[in-house]
């Protein structure tokens, strides 16, 4: 089955030259709500749209609801559109009505499955694959790596009538995440509030930070020896209700790359080159931040960090003890060893 990426969703949507049928999916959230949501707007005259686009929520459609709605003439419109929201494709492989729907798809309908809270394989669903084949595509949007990230936050940070430098946006990036929706939000914000260059001191006063920043933080403030300011932040991650044994997951992911990091050190490259080793698409920040905290470790040490943790973890995952005190206990055992190294 055909699969299309954003540059050819644009152009179908600039020309006008609409499939019947998309399944638009993906491990991008923002992305493929977007593109679903502009297929449909596009393909149906702004005039008519309230009789010529439909949307449905896949997990209570019936086969009959679906059929009315691709049937149905487009009213003063050369198309009509339909919008399903996580229609449960790939369990519906042997439905032989949708088979019978995708294949024969009249000309004036685009049929848009926005896979949102679930993901479409063809090869999973090879029967259905098959039947959209003729006349649609598979439309995938996956998460960006680091230097379309860069790019699509300089661009929307102009387009806001901002400006931020190189520095500034991986420090962004780095404090409020990857996630799409996250960072139009967090952008939305920070534009409003510095309202020109935009400076970490911005970043600093109105973004929400990731899980992931404020573990660092704290990995950090671990790393300088400064008990009050990680018990601090620690304090902080428990007022928000953060699951401690998400909190200890974030932790230990730290450690780890400072483990990968000594590796690297080790074998006398930069910590960077290991992003082609595991998974860290986008975030190859985290072993740069990694690498330079090194300087207050040693191997022996990093691996000393990374048996507290263990010890954390499976206190956490086997004992009623509470779950404060044992991430507590283990932030000193990690600043002493720190201390030490």
């Known amino acids: 089955m055909p699969v299309i990426n954003e540059a050819e969703i644009k152009r179908h949507i600039k020309n006008r030259a609409f499939a019947q049928c998309y399944i638009v999916c993906g491990g991008e959230s923002y992305l493929k709500q ?7 707007e596009a393909a149906v005259d702004e005039p008519m749209r309230d009789f010529n686009f439909h949307r449905f929520a896949g997990k209570t459609l019936t086969m009959d609801t679906l059929a009315n709605a691709v ?19 790939e369990s519906a492989k042997d439905d032989a009505a949708l088979l019978d729907l995708l294949r024969q798809l009249p000309e004036h309908v685009v049929l848009v499955f926005w896979m949102d809270g679930m993901d479409f394989a063809p090869s999973k669903a090879k029967a259905v694959a098959d039947a959209v084949q003729k006349n649609g595509f598979v439309a995938q949007f996956n998460p960006p790596g680091e230097m379309e990230l860069r790019q699509l936050v300089g661009a929307g940070i102009k387009r806001r009538g901002c400006a931020m430098d190189r520095a500034a946006v991986d420090y ?46 704290m990995v950090k403030a671990v790393a300088s020896g400064d008990t009050a300011k990680a018990l601090l932040l620690l304090d902080e991650l428990f007022r928000q209700k953060i699951a401690p044994q998400m909190l200890m997951g974030s932790l230990i992911a730290n450690y780890v790359d400072l483990f990968r990091a000594a590796v690297a050190r080790g074998s006398g490259k930069k910590a960077e080159t290991l992003a082609d080793v595991f998974d860290y698409k986008g975030k190859t920040f985290r072993l740069t931040n990694a690498e330079r905290m090194l300087t207050k470790y040693t191997m022996p040490r990093v691996l000393c960090c990374l048996d507290h943790l263990d010890r954390a973890d499976r206190l956490l995952k086997s004992t009623a003890i509470d779950p404060r005190l044992v991430i507590e206990e283990c932030l000193i055992a990690l600043i002493d060893t720190a201390k030490a190294a």
């Open 34 to 40: 977007y593109y679903a949501q502009k297929l449909c």
């Open 71 to 89: 049937d149905t003439i487009p009213l003063g419109s050369e198309r009509s559109a339909v919008l399903v929201q996580d229609y449960p494709l």
């Open 172 to 217: 962004f990036l780095e404090t409020v995440g990857h996630d799409m929706n996250n960072l139009q939000n967090e952008m939305d914000k920070l534009c409003a509030f510095a309202a020109g260059e935009i400076t970490k001191a911005h970043i600093d006063a109105v973004c929400v930070k990731t899980l992931d920043a404020r573990s660092f933080d």
